[in-house]
């Protein structure tokens, strides 16, 4: 028993000496909250001479929780961003690995759009259009209750009233954060909108999710990783392709590029914020309680985050493309901060 007792004071000397001797604050996770968080790393920086400004690294969000919950130590990081909320098999796998106490904030919300150069054509989709472009398997004509392999090559393939343009959309990878979100929000609202579809969800689960959220893999939709630059350029490069990430990163290159309009709304700030875009998600971020205390500045970047001049009605993120939290879920996050509170889940 005192041998035991004596080893573990010895690990965790050896735990919290390794972590002391990393200066800067390690974050990794979504590419749609990388702008964010690379935006308060450095005015975190520039505010606080006393600690080094936080290397921020974009993994996507199942990326970024994977390295999380990979254990404690100086070569984990500190902090994950990500684009939807921890699930439960990764909250599994951090405990597993001796990740037990994490902090959830969440900071905002942003849209998820479909996008095309600026001078592409405009286009009016609805959830239904995009199921039936992008998933995997499509009823079969008019045959009900059948299912084959998607052929759609043409947007009027699916929509007799869409333009004959090929199907070509580029579009973040399975670690994504974007990707997940877009799957069980659009796709999912586009299956659902087929009857038959929506009732086999009562009588098997697991065929109507693999239905819903399978994206097809014959070169319509093209992964284009975590880099959203990347899907810029693509789309400037041929006028005919769309494109799927996050509102910010189109309100941040408005001038390249322009959203879609979906179930009859464009993809604008208000219009996510008031809930009229339906397609939009919660954004978050994760810290290692573990980690506090040890790795310098942590406890201060977290309230840093959640104040008010970053991500407050008037704060600098705002300006970024971030919609702002209303003011009672803002204060609660800014409670969880000071307290160090664990996760609800």
Not at 74 to 82: G, H, K, R, S, Y
Request: net charge negative; with cysteine; aromatic share 10%.
């Amino acid at each position: 028993m005192i041998r035991s007792t004596i080893l573990t004071i010895i690990f965790t000397f050896i735990f919290i000496f390794d972590l002391s001797a990393r200066e800067s604050i390690s974050i990794v996770g979504s590419s749609t909250v990388y702008p964010f968080s690379t935006t308060v790393a450095e005015e975190f920086g520039r505010k606080n001479a006393s600690f080094k400004s936080p290397i921020v690294e974009s993994t996507g969000s199942g990326g970024g929780l994977k390295l999380f919950c990979s254990g404690l130590g100086p070569n984990t990081p500190d902090i994950t961003n990500a684009s939807r909320r921890i699930k439960l098999k990764e909250i599994s796998l951090c405990k597993s690995n001796g990740v037990k106490d994490i902090i959830e904030i969440k900071i905002g919300f942003d849209g998820i759009v479909f996008a095309n150069s600026k001078n592409g054509i405009d286009l009016e989709l609805t959830t239904k259009d995009i199921y039936l472009a992008l998933a995997k398997e499509v009823p079969c004509g008019a045959q009900d209750d059948v299912t084959c392999e998607n052929q759609s090559k043409l947007w009027s393939d699916v929509n007799s009233e869409l333009p004959e343009l090929p199907i070509m959309v580029y579009g973040p990878p399975p670690t994504s954060g974007t990707r997940d979100a877009f799957v069980e929000i659009a796709m999912t609202d586009g299956c659902n909108s087929i009857s038959w579809i929506k009732d086999l969800k009562k009588k098997n689960k697991n065929e109507w999710k693999k239905l819903c959220r399978t994206i097809r893999e014959d070169g319509k939709y093209i992964e284009a990783g975590e880099n959203d630059n990347l899907i810029i350029q693509k789309l400037n490069s041929n006028k005919n392709s769309f494109g799927i990430f996050g509102f910010s990163f189109l309100d941040q290159n408005s001038d390249q590029v322009k959203g879609t309009k979906i179930n009859g709304v464009y993809p604008t700030f208000d219009a996510i914020a008031i809930g009229d875009y339906k397609i939009s998600r919660s954004l978050y971020f994760y810290v290692k309680k573990a980690h506090i205390g040890s790795i310098p500045g942590i406890e201060e970047f977290l309230t840093h985050f959640v104040s008010e001049d970053a991500i407050g009605e008037d704060g600098y993120l705002i300006d970024k493309g971030l919609i702002p939290l209303p003011e009672d879920e803002l204060l609660r996050y800014e409670n969880d901060a000071k307290s160090l509170a664990n996760m609800r889940y």
